[in-house]
């Protein structure tokens, strides 16, 4: 059973936010009061993340989509507005793929439908073994710093420190399993270019974990773009408003799809 805070009144279109790797439910508090006043905003903790407790098996994107949309069917709901911020993308798109008509649209956050390349599964496995023999304390200072564009760190201390105390939380296991998940997960550009929903894109152009270019945006028929220059893999800290804007203004286009 999934923690799923939810937000505002529920007959309204219901709004998924979920969160990336080593994040939780907290990632979205400042877009939750002004996405409720339009949705009903659901903002899970995704297995072995916040409050949620970790799979008994490997959490592949397929399982975590699963448990995601058996728990979304038990509260009645059915047809959704997915928002995924890096894995959440991941995790949107399985869902997606698994469960089209439940899908009344999906942005992806700083993510991609792309696969790992080489050189990306090379770094995760080398993640694996730093955790495995040290634990996951130096990744954690080196990673936090990393979702930042560095020259604007001086003005986001505050989102930087915020982010910092969220990411220590998770447990090492649930870096493994999902750090092993993200490496062997599927490709879904085929997704994309066949979706019958609007999809939307975050793009980050100094994002270093999400290489910026547009071939991804390009792929859908109906799909609304927003690059962010300055900008690293955490939009919602290093530009909260206009994120906010775009995700609030993609929800109703949506709804109107």
Known sequence: MLYLPAY???????????HGFCENHRLWRDFVPTLAADFY???????GFGQSPILPELPTMERVATVLAAQLSELGIERVTLVGHSMGGYVSLAFAELFPERVAGLCLFHSTAAADNEEKRRIRNNLLQVVRRRGSADFMEAFV?????????????????????MVRQTPDETILQYTQTMRDRSDRQAL?????????????????????ELTQAGLPANALL??????????????????LHFVRQFAHYCQLA
Do not use: C, N
């Open 8 to 18: 505002g009144v529920a007959e309204r279109a219901p709004l998924i936010l979920i």
């Open 41 to 47: 905003v659901l903002t899970p903790d995704l297995p």
């Open 145 to 165: 710093k990393s979702l930042f564009y560095e020259p604007r760190l001086p003005e986001l201390t505050q989102a930087l420190s915020s982010l910092q105390t």
């Open 192 to 212: 994309l270019q066949s979706a019958q929903f609007p999809l939307g894109f975050i793009l980050g152009k100094q994002d270093s974990f999400i290489p910026f």
């Open 226 to 243: 927003q690059v962010l220059d300055h900008t690293g893999h955490v939009g919602m800290w290093e530009r909260p408003a206009q994120t």
